[in-house]
């Protein structure tokens, strides 16, 4: 069986565009392959290094999303990357054989440091971002790896990694294939091309109806359709686009509805609302039996733990054997 290994940064609650974007696709693969689904702490810290006192919480947090979302715990191996330190040793000795030039090339660092105006302050464990998701993906000796597009700049890092180890040391690797999520980034509420929790634009999976119906209600839509009536133009529209993920049946109608102005923005939106909210029930209502038994959870994360640590251990060993470092 083919083995899959992706991750999230533990930043707080997950959203839709989360759950489109990545979960979705994870809840699925399951049930084809080997799945290792990684909550990535130790990369929350290359930038968020000074307010670590949320980490366990958001962590706990992201575990009872995920589960809410269909990953299944006896199916999908959930582990915390901090807590398999073969993880570390491994980006350490990857680090010897990438080029500092290569990383700064990397496109993704390139936009942190102008969206956070970084400049000069980027830190060496920032800069090695990718070194350290490329061990996450080989210390399990990952084929596949589920991602977002923005994420691609960081697999190619790693497929280079593997190759110059399996070159330098003897084939070790194999050299992982990115897997694309069918569904194109989710806007945010405000417009934005991609939903984010820090654009404050996101509609979480675990909404109460009343948040949702607030957030839709106050969504971007088309700016020319402003009365019933008015011909309108559904592909730069947010409502439209989330028609799309959650009642994707009506879609056809919507369009020929809003472009011909025979259908107002207040009842397509009214529409989605009451979609949107039959979507999420089920995840909002998992979750809170989940969060009842944060002991269950801690659980989950300590068994899998365990077994992400025995493959990385095996892992680590051959690495050392075909490195030919210091064994006794
Ligand atoms: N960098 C990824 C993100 O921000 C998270 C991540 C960490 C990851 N390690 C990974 C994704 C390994 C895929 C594989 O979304």
Request: charged share 30%.
């Amino acid at each position: 069986m083919k083995r899959i290994l992706s991750g999230l940064r533990p930043t707080g609650r997950v959203h839709i565009g989360n759950y489109f974007g990545a979960l979705s696709n994870w809840v699925k693969l399951q049930k084809e392959y080997e799945c290792f689904y990684e909550i990535a702490d130790w990369h929350v810290l290359t930038t968020d290094y000074k307010n670590t006192q949320d980490l366990r919480e958001y962590i706990i947090e992201a575990v009872c999303d995920w589960i809410s979302a269909g990953i299944d715990p006896e199916k999908s191996c959930i582990f915390v990357q901090s807590q398999v330190k073969e993880h570390a040793e491994l980006a350490l000795l990857f680090g010897m054989i990438v080029s500092v030039a290569r990383l700064e090339r990397n496109p993704t660092l390139k936009e942190q440091i102008k969206e956070l105006e970084l400049e000069e302050n980027i830190s060496y464990g920032h800069l090695g971002y990718p070194v350290l998701q490329a061990s996450d993906i080989l210390v399990y000796k990952a084929d596949l790896v589920p991602v977002g597009e923005d994420q691609l700049p960081h697999i190619e890092i790693t497929r280079e990694i593997a190759r110059r180890f399996n070159y330098l040391y003897g084939e070790t690797f194999p050299i992982p294939e990115p897997v694309l999520t069918p569904t194109p980034k989710v806007p945010g509420i405000d417009g934005k091309a991609k939903m984010s929790k820090s654009l404050n634009n996101a509609i979480f999976v675990d909404d109460e109806p009343e948040k949702i119906k607030e957030k839709i209600m106050s969504a971007y839509t088309d700016p020319l359709k402003i009365k019933l009536g008015d011909l309108g133009h559904p592909d730069g529209c947010v409502v439209f686009a989330y028609h799309n993920l959650v009642n994707k049946k009506e879609v056809p109608d919507i369009r020929e509805g809003c472009e011909s102005g025979k259908l107002g923005c207040v009842e397509c939106k009214k529409n989605c609302i009451n979609k949107m909210v039959d979507f999420l029930a089920p995840f909002r209502e998992k979750k809170i039996e989940l969060k009842e038994d944060i002991d269950g959870i801690i659980n989950i994360i300590k068994n899998g733990n365990k077994r992400a640590g025995e493959v990385a251990r095996n892992t680590l060993e051959d690495v050392r054997e075909k490195m030919k470092l210091w064994k006794g």
